[in-house]
Structure formats: structure tokens, C-alpha cells
């Protein structure tokens, strides 16, 4: 029966180390991180997201400001907003909530934030980063995938590691991040779905992560014995909250796996936590050069 690869003690952990960081900055520079929220309209389907952000910000100390724009702000206004909190010396951190009303264009919001206070990692600057293999400012929930995975004690050189999904957000910053570890690291998709052949890839997962969105689209039978089952799917089935993984027939087989919900989520806001952090950080040092 596998161990039960849960994110709350590994975020507790790196919250711990987080806290007593920012006391130390804030006793340097007089100043605690401030991150700055960008929300356009609100959506149910992010609130528990959102929640978290300002529970974790309080509990370290980080100063936390949710900026709510009207559903029907239009994009050059929200744009202007971006300019004036990139411009705003004090704030080390800017998040766009997504999701955003079909009058946005998150893409280009996110390209306008200014790198170094990006706090999702998903500044095309720091997602270059990861390509290069060293990076500070990370996609979080990739990032929580990479603990995750890392927490087994496992070294993924020459591991074959599997990932299901090639979203900008998990799967594909993921691939790149596993590779810098010297992973041999196959991406499936819809593409691989559709061709039939999903199976035939995860039966060799060593390691294997899903990210797609489709209750019990991973059959517990395909997990390899003793595989690490990282699951970032999140799905309502009735009034349950489910994985993509089928978990009961895969709990059998593999030899980690993360339960949904309580596996990936609680580690994905510790990261932007740590990422606010590390922006913070960035700033400081460049102005002491
Ligand atoms: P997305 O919709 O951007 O991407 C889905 C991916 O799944 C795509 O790569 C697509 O090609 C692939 N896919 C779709 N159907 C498939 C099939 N039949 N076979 C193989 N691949 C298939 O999704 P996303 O934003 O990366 O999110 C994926 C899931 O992860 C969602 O359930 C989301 O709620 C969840 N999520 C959880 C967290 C967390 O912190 N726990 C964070 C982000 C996303």
C-alpha cells in the first residue's frame, strides 16, 4: 500500500524557515515583502485559492493587499494598475488572479508585470529561467510538484519521469525543471490521449505526475509498482473533490502517491509565499549593488 505523500507537513516545513527568514528581513531593512493581489471581478472557482494567499500571508508576516476591480474594468485600466504597482517601491509582489473576464487578455497582464515581482513565475523572463535550468521565480505549482517529488529522497537522474498535461503552468515548466535534474522526462497530452497510447507511457513511470482536469483518466492498473504518483487534478464528483488518478487501485500499486485533496494544493501557495519572498530579496540586493 503506498505512503501517502502529503503537502501540508512539507509546507508547514518550508513555512517555518519562510517565517523566520522574513523576521530577519524585516529586522534589516525595516520592511516585511509586501505582495499585491490583482483580481477583476470575482469567481467563485478561485476563492479558495485566494483565501489560502491571505491566511498564509498573515500567518509569516507578509503584507498582503487584494486589489478587486469592477467585472467590467477595461484591459488598459488594469494595465495602468500594473504600472503603478510595478513602479510602487514598496510592493515586492504582484499576482493576477486568473481566472479573468473574456474582455482580458491575462497573457499580455502577466508580460507586463515587471520580472522580478512576479510572484506565479510566469513572466516569460523567469520562465526562460527555467529552460536554463536555474531559476528563483518559478510556476508554483510546478515548483509544489518538484518538492513533492524531491521529499521521496529519490534522485531523478536517469529516472524516467512521465507528466500528463503540457499547461504553461505545471506540465510544461515541470518537463524543463525535471530535466535540469537529469530526468528522462516524457510529456503526454491530449494529443497522447486521443492516440490511445496513454497507457503504454505510464506503465514505465518511475515517476509519474498529472495535471489535466479529468476524474479517473489514470487507470490504477497502469501504475508501475512502486512509482512516485505526484495528482494535480482537481475535479467535483458529487460532492467529492477527486484527482485524475484512479486512487484506490493505484494506492496498491504505487509506492508514494498524494492524496486529492491535500497533496499538491497546500504546497502550491507555500510557493508563492516563498516566491514573494525570493522577489523581495531580489529587489534588496539590487538596490545595495
Ligand atoms: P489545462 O486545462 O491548462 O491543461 C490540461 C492538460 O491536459 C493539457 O495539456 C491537455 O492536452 C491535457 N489533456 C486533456 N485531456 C487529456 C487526455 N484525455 N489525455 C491526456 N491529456 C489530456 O490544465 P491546468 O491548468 O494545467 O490544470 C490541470 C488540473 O490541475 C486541473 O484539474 C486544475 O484544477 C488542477 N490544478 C491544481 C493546482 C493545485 O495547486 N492543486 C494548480 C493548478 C491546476
Known sequence: MAELLKGKPIADKIKEDLKKEI???KSKFGKSPKLVAVQIGENSSSAVYLKAQIKNAENLGIEYVLNTLPEDTPQQEVEQLIDDLNKDEDISAIILQLPVPKQIDAKRLVNLIDSVKDAEGMHPSNLGQVLLGKWSLAPCTASACLTLVESTGIDLYGKEVVIVGHSEIVGKPLSLMLL???????????????????????KRAEVLVV??????????????EGAIVVDVGINRVGDKIVGDVEFQEASKRAAHITPVPGGVGPLTTTMLMKNTVEAFKAQKAKKII
Open 180 to 202: 535540469s535534474k537529469f530526468a528522462t522526462t516524457t510529456v503526454c497530452h491530449i494529443g497522447t490521449g486521443e492516440r490511445g497510447v496513454l497507457p503504454e507511457h505510464i
Open 211 to 224: 495535471a489535466v482536469g479529468k476524474a479517473g483518466l489514470i487507470k490504477g492498473e497502469w501504475i508501475k
Open 23 to 25: 523576521e530577519d528581513l
